[in-house]
């Protein structure tokens, strides 16, 4: 299993998911955005090293996402070790495309707003691809037979990736495969926690970067406008759409987070704290 996740500056966000998934990834790779930029460069390039330098396996997992989607150790435990008859896990095993083997998979993450404590209902994430060598690639998508139609879509969705590039744009196209019916759908498979900054240093910083132009206004940079709403769980921009569910205590969490508590607390207690959990106030 190799992990390949974008790193900016968020160094908390990168301990939970390394402690949280130490035991069941094989390796990180680590693409570093340079302030929120290129993403398709960062992550194709990430997918290269990862191909060229780690030179994974025949059958071997590669998951692709943002740091801030934390997959659940079980569901990735259950890809490596797939069990035969098991309901879940029979999705994972590794067999011939003929007899109807997906490579392609979507994750459906439980999303939170600021913290564990809003909760705005779910987020396709991670992608995670069965990595095939080139010729056992170009022979299983063009194999013909008695497929159904999941199998079909996959089949040529991956017809149109590492076919005559040798895998060159396969970062992006994994991360479009979160909205491509070709990925089949893992529910309820990670965590993505968004705009969770320990200080608000960190979210004048995302916010002046931000890739819509119309949300990068100075009223939204302010402290007191932070805030008010990361104390309430409003949104920072004011979409009348972004809805949030408080949950006081919520025990659906990373483990990591469960156990150290009083270090990511701003994860955990933001709603009415005077200073919203920031470090920094």
């Given at each position: ?98 007899e109807g ?43 013909t037979g ?136």
């Open positions: 299993m190799i992990d390949i996740i974008l790193l900016n500056t968020e160094l908390d966000l990168l301990e939970i998911r390394l402690n949280e998934l130490f035991y069941v990834v094989d390796n990180f790779v680590l693409a570093h955005n340079d302030g929120w930029g290129n993403e398709h460069y960062t992550r194709n390039k990430g997918v290269e090293i990862t191909i060229k330098e780690l030179q994974p396996r025949e059958g071997d997992w590669i998951l692709l996402s943002d740091l801030d989607e934390v997959p659940r150790p079980s569901i990735l435990l259950a890809m490596k070790y797939p069990e035969p008859g098991s309901e879940t896990t029979s999705l994972f095993l590794d067999h011939p495309v003929s083997a997906l490579d392609l998979f979507r994750f459906e993450c439980r999303f939170y707003y600021y913290s564990y404590e809003y909760y705005k209902g779910t987020w396709m994430g991670p992608v995670v691809m069965r990595y095939r060598e080139r010729e056992s690639h170009l022979q299983r998508i063009k194999l008695s497929e159904n139609a999941e199998l079909k879509t996959q089949k040529e969705f991956m017809a149109t990736i590492g076919v005559n590039s040798g895998w060159t744009g396969l970062g992006s196209n994994m991360r479009a495969a979160r909205h491509e019916e070709a990925a089949t759908v893992v529910d309820d498979a990670c965590w993505h926690c968004s705009w969770c900054f320990s200080s608000v240093a960190q979210v004048i910083e995302k916010s002046q970067s931000y890739s819509h132009s119309e949300h990068n206004q100075g009223e939204y940079q302010k402290k007191e406008w932070i805030l008010d709403h990361y104390r309430r769980g409003g949104d920072l921009f004011e979409r009348a759409s972004e809805i949030v569910t408080i949950i006081p205590t919520n025990f659906d969490i990373p483990d990591y987070i469960r156990y150290n508590r009083n270090k990511y607390s701003y994860m955990l207690e933001r709603n009415g704290a005077p200073n919203a959990g920031f470090t920094d106030i």
